[in-house]
């Protein structure tokens, strides 16, 4: 038997082998799931034509719309404007209309990130100051025009002591109520921290994902975010753990997802690698789901999004043999 849950927590390496316990989830990252036996795995090899024909179902949207969801951490650095441009664009190839709210206004990027800088003429704080309409300050990408970017302010500027919870949620409510039709999905991409802009970045957000890394700074700071987005109200609470690196898991240098699933207790939406690639369209302004051929990344961030849109999760699962030696597709659970 090879599948099992791990005894050892330090030796779950391939704990983002992962299964999904829904018949929703994306084919590569599930299916086989229900048999978690050896014998059973190595029979039924991946089928690749199989996958990439089940890549053309469109996901369940479940809940009320617009979700507003906002992606968070506490500790900076982590993957959080990284995850929101991906799990972003990714809507918006699945067919969903999404707003991307860039709430963190010091260390603004998520326009970079995105490519869309130089496009950005007018922010919401020069919406609520009247000084231009809020269709003006939504830049929408070219690449896919169900996805649009609302910036807060000016790169470098100070959260205007005007802008806080009630703002942004005005903004939410305008998003809700515009002539054009409301977005699927809001995301507002949350800055570092539990301040000021933290406290204005939640504010109308109904369901969190919260990015963590898995080393026991970022897992600390994840933990006190997940408390107060409950006080906050908020219940639905996902996490998604990035720059995984199975060699140091191996290695027991680094934490595996099912330690880090333990220890913050939170439903799983993700895992993502550590991958060069995601700095390389970092600097590119080219988001990694859009890469041909995809990255590893980019197809967790994928499958992320999918699980999303049905509220669903994965479950990290441990696997004894090497996951090399399996190939591409084991990274997703076959
Ligand atoms: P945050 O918004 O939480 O501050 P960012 O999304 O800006 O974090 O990411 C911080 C840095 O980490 C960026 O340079 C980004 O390219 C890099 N990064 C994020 N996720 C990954 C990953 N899975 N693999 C490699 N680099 C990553
Ligand atoms: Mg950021």
């Excluded at 206004?105 to 919406?127: P, Q, S």
Aim: proline share 6%; charged share 20%.
């Amino acid at each position: 038997m090879a599948w099992r849950l791990p005894t050892n927590s330090f030796l779950s390496a391939s704990s983002f082998v992962h299964v999904s316990p829904s018949s929703h989830s994306l084919p590569i990252a599930s299916s086989p799931t229900k048999t978690l036996s050896t014998a059973s795995f190595s029979r039924r090899r991946p089928n690749i034509t199989r996958a990439v024909l089940q890549w053309n179902r469109k996901p369940q949207l479940a809940g009320e719309t617009p979700r507003v969801v906002v992606i968070t951490s506490g500790k900076g650095g982590v993957g959080k404007t990284t995850t929101t441009a991906n799990i972003g664009l990714s809507l918006a190839r699945l067919g969903f209309s999404v707003v991307a709210i860039d709430a963190d206004v010091g260390l603004r990027n998520l326009d970079l990130l995105l490519g869309l800088e130089n496009r950005v003429n007018y922010t919401a704080v020069e919406v609520i100051n009247g000084d231009c309409r809020l269709d003006q300050a939504l830049v929408r990408d070219k690449r896919w025009p169900s996805f649009e970017l609302l910036c807060i302010s000016k790169p470098r500027s100070k959260l205007p002591l005007s802008f806080g919870s009630k703002a942004i949620t005005w903004l939410v409510d305008a998003l809700r109520s515009r002539t054009a039709g409301h977005p699927d999905f809001v995301l507002i991409d949350c800055p570092a921290g539990i301040d000021a802009g933290f406290i204005t970045a939640i504010a109308p957000a109904d369901e969190a994902v919260l990015v963590t890394t898995p080393d026991i700074t970022a897992l600390r700071d994840a933990d006190r975010v997940t408390g107060l987005l409950e006080c906050d109200g908020i219940r639905d609470i996902k996490m998604i753990v990035n720059r995984v690196r199975t060699d140091l898991i191996r290695g027991e240098d680094m934490m595996s997802v099912l330690d880090v699933q333990e220890m913050l207790g939170l439903p799983l939406l993700g895992v993502i690698p550590e991958d060069a690639e995601v700095i390389k369209s970092t600097n590119r302004g080219f988001p990694l789901v859009l890469n041909k051929p995809p990255a590893l990344a980019g197809l967790a961030f994928e499958q992320a999004a999918w699980r999303l849109v049905e509220q669903d999760s994965m479950t990290a699962v441990m696997v004894e043999e090497e996951p090399k030696k399996r190939g591409f597709f084991s990274f997703f659970g076959g």
